[in-house]
């Protein structure tokens, strides 16, 4: 099973705000990626985070890992309707990476 | 021009047909791997392969087969016993099992 619970599902955004997705796990992760996925398109790497407190920026993106290692974020400031997709963590899980279920977001012009 | 390649794009199959879903790297990396996404859905891990003449079941294996003869190629064979067969099907590969995963451009399997 998923050792990573991504939050929420689902999310809409007028274009110009900000928001942030999670992903969250009852146990001290190692390490945290997210991929993004374009609609009609495949998973696209975007970052690694393995340090506790980590917090890496791709433009207006922002990365983020827990102090405890458990949870991550991904927090992103005015919304584009590039940024439309599914954004999915992952975590190395019994020796290899297993992916959250994502969170697909829908940008309203 | 490196990268992972998949055909074909698009695949049309009748009820009881086998078909192959070819996938191909030239990034000399060892592990390979196949998952399932319905629509809306999130990834799901059919089989993977460490290393060549290796694989492992994934969660959804079930009627489905691949082989690892060579380290570039990770063909995935849908048999007639998967009872539904319609998905999003992409390969991905890595220079190891906890490395990060890149994708292939997917193939879409429809069962007519």
């Known amino acids: 099973g998923q050792q990573v619970m991504q939050i929420p599902q689902y999310q809409h955004v007028q274009e110009g705000e900000d928001f942030t997705t999670y992903c969250n796990s009852s146990?001290?992760?190692?390490?945290i990626q997210w991929y993004k996925q374009r609609p009609g398109g495949h998973p696209v790497f975007l970052i690694q985070?393995?340090?506790?407190?980590e917090v890496k920026k791709q433009k207006r993106l922002t990365f983020q890992f827990g102090e405890a290692k458990k949870n991550s974020s991904l927090h992103i400031t005015a919304t584009q309707t590039t940024d439309v997709g599914t954004y999915f963590c992952?975590?190395?899980?019994?020796?290899?990476?297993?992916f959250g279920a994502g969170t697909q977001v829908v940008v309203t012009p | 021009d490196g990268g992972i390649t998949q055909s074909p794009k698009y695949l049309f199959r009748k009820e009881g047909q086998n078909v192959t879903l070819s996938c191909e790297q030239n990034?000399?990396?060892?592990?390979m791997y196949w998952y399932r996404q319905d629509p809306g859905q999130g990834l799901r891990l059919i089989y993977y392969s460490q290393i060549v003449n290796d694989f492992q079941k994934g969660d959804i294996a079930e009627g489905y087969s691949v082989s690892r003869e060579k380290k570039e190629s990770f063909p995935l064979t849908v048999t007639s016993a998967q009872k539904n067969p319609t998905a999003f099907y992409l390969c991905?590969?890595?220079?190891?099992?906890?490395?990060?995963?890149?994708f292939g451009p997917g193939t879409r399997l429809l069962v007519l």
């Open positions: 146990t001290t992760l190692s390490n």
């Open positions: 992952s975590t190395d899980s019994w020796g290899k990476l297993q």
């Open positions: 985070l393995v340090k506790s407190g």
């Open positions: 990034l000399n990396h060892d592990a």
């Open positions: 991905a590969s890595s220079s190891g099992l906890r490395e990060t995963q890149y």
